[in-house]
């Protein structure tokens, strides 16, 4: 599938979102091919399923007894806590967990909202639709019981994409106590962990314009470039000439940040824990927080109108942070297609 997006779309690259047990599938994927994407979506991220039970039960279990439903009750406290041995007891569990509140924030709006996009969703023919619910059904019966063979926290520590977690803070079908663990732990060029007040299980629907708007200013202005392929692009600095690999995004050169610097005989630090760059040298320091609206030149604060980015293990940064954070000045002449740097 990936390979068949890639060539449809004319990409060497795609972004992969997973969600829900697609998560688990999507952390796979990019353990074992970070070269076909730009980033990776974890939303409702799976981590361990028996862990997560565990959470879930207790929290279905105490929210029963708090509005004093007492037929869930009656019901979970005679099957007892996960894991089970019995998938009728496991489909009991979960026959009370989304009544509870612990799948998602609003659950009856969203279930209706969900299922009537579908049903309604021109992209698919009645057949598939059809198709899509019989799947449903199909899912539950022989994919959630091999589920328990996965922990991601034993299985995958390290990728080498940037990754993003998508978390509702009722999400109790996918915890969050186990997405933050699995975000702490697991070491990635670049991370970043969202957390969506008022979503369980799918922010994607409950707050589908904040899910948007991160999408956009995080993780495509963050991860999204594209070769300079029109016209080679001539870089010079100081009179020398750069042998540099500019790309574009969303308009605008970006330059590696590193490569660059060094030309000048600055030192620059990489710390991979806070995500961010130090750049020091007899004439400035300054630090850049990768995804960040804010950089720090000596003591002042500099606003970005785009941010430094993560591209292929290197760290890429804009003309206004040449110019503005690291105090160059840059010279573009776009009828030659050159761009002359010199520190002042």
């Not at 730009?38 to 799976?46: C, D, K, L, P, R």
């Amino acid at each position: 599938m990936v390979e068949m997006l890639k060539k449809r779309f004319g990409r060497d690259k795609i972004y992969l979102v997973g969600h829900s047990w697609g998560s688990l599938l999507g952390m796979i994927e990019i353990s074992r091919h970070p070269e076909s994407f730009y980033a990776y979506v974890g939303v409702g991220q799976f981590v361990d399923v028996t862990q997560g039970d565990r959470i879930g039960y207790d929290y279905t279990l105490n929210k029963a007894r708090e509005v004093g439903n007492e037929a869930a009750i009656q019901e979970l406290e005679k099957i007892g806590p996960p894991p089970y041995d019995s998938f009728d007891t496991f489909l009991t569990f979960r026959k009370w967990i989304i009544p509870m509140g612990g799948v998602f924030y609003s659950p009856t709006y969203i279930q209706d909202v969900m299922i009537t996009d579908i049903r309604n969703a021109s992209e698919y023919t009645g057949e598939e639709k059809e198709n899509y619910e019989m799947g449903e059904g199909l899912l539950v019966s022989t994919i959630v019981p091999e589920l328990p063979k996965y922990n991601l926290l034993n299985q995958i520590h390290e990728v080498k994409v940037p990754v993003y977690f998508f978390a509702g803070k009722a999400d109790y079908n996918t915890p969050l106590k186990l997405v933050e663990k699995l975000y702490e732990q697991l070491a990635a060029p670049y991370k970043e962990l969202f957390l969506f007040e008022k979503s369980g299980h799918a922010p994607n629907y409950e707050e589908e314009n904040k899910f948007a708007q991160i999408m956009n200013q995080h993780v495509f202005n963050q991860t999204y470039y594209s070769p300079v392929v029109d016209k080679p692009v001539r870089i010079f600095l100081n009179g020398k000439t750069l042998n540099l690999k500019p790309l574009l995004s969303d308009g605008q050169l970006l330059l590696p940040l590193r490569h660059t610097m060094e030309e000048l005989e600055a030192t620059v630090q990489w710390t991979a824990a806070a995500n961010t760059v130090l750049v020091t040298s007899d004439r400035m320091k300054a630090t850049l927080a990768l995804g960040s609206e804010v950089a720090e030149s000596g003591d002042q604060e500099v606003r970005l109108s785009t941010p430094a980015s993560l591209v292929e293990g290197s760290t890429y940064v804009t003309v206004q942070i040449l110019e503005e954070v690291l105090h160059l000045q840059v010279d573009w002449n776009p009828a030659k297609n050159e761009m002359n740097i010199f520190s002042k």
